[in-house]
């Protein structure tokens, strides 16, 4: 039994200390395990640790009406924040992965305008996204479409329904495409 647990802390601790340990400078290796963070509201935003499957993901796929796009999602579920729940979602429209992105600055606007836009929730989905008035933006550093790794920065706005605003700022992200 005690094997087990020993083992069990091992891989959470190897888990843990591989992702979100990125810090984008001149000098960064682009490897795809970089993980992805954020600030929201000046505290440090990361996925919760997860043992078995990551819950930061970066996703490719077609709509039902073939337009490529690409979901960039992560969320938190550490109580010690206060707020529970939290999660950070970027979906980029009309984006296909096999194109070179390296040097793209994404817009980040409105849903309802079929746009690329961001969004941040605590609780529950939905409380807050960019807009016309709240935006921000995604810049892509690196890209090998070869290995499927994408890195770069994020930040934008977002206005939950209590009417406040939300500032996601230093967003850096170093995934594998899936």
Known sequence: MKKYILLFISLNLLVSCSQNEIDIDN?????????????????????????????????????????PFMSLSFHNNNQSTGLGFQYIRIFLNDVDYRDDLTGLIFELGSEENNESYGEYGVGEFGD???????VGEL??????????????????DVENSNGEIREIRNGEFDMKIW
């Open 139 to 156: 810049k892509v550093i690196f890209h090998d479409v070869d290995e499927r790794i994408l890195g770069g920065t994020f930040w934008y």
């Open 27 to 67: 000098n960064y290796s682009f490897d795809g395990r970089g993980g992805i963070k954020c600030e929201v509201d000046g505290v440090l935003l990361k996925p919760s640790t997860a043992i078995i499957y990551g819950n930061a993901t970066l996703n490719s796929d077609t709509t039902t009406d073939g337009i």
């Open 128 to 134: 807050g996204a960019t807009n016309e008035n709240y």
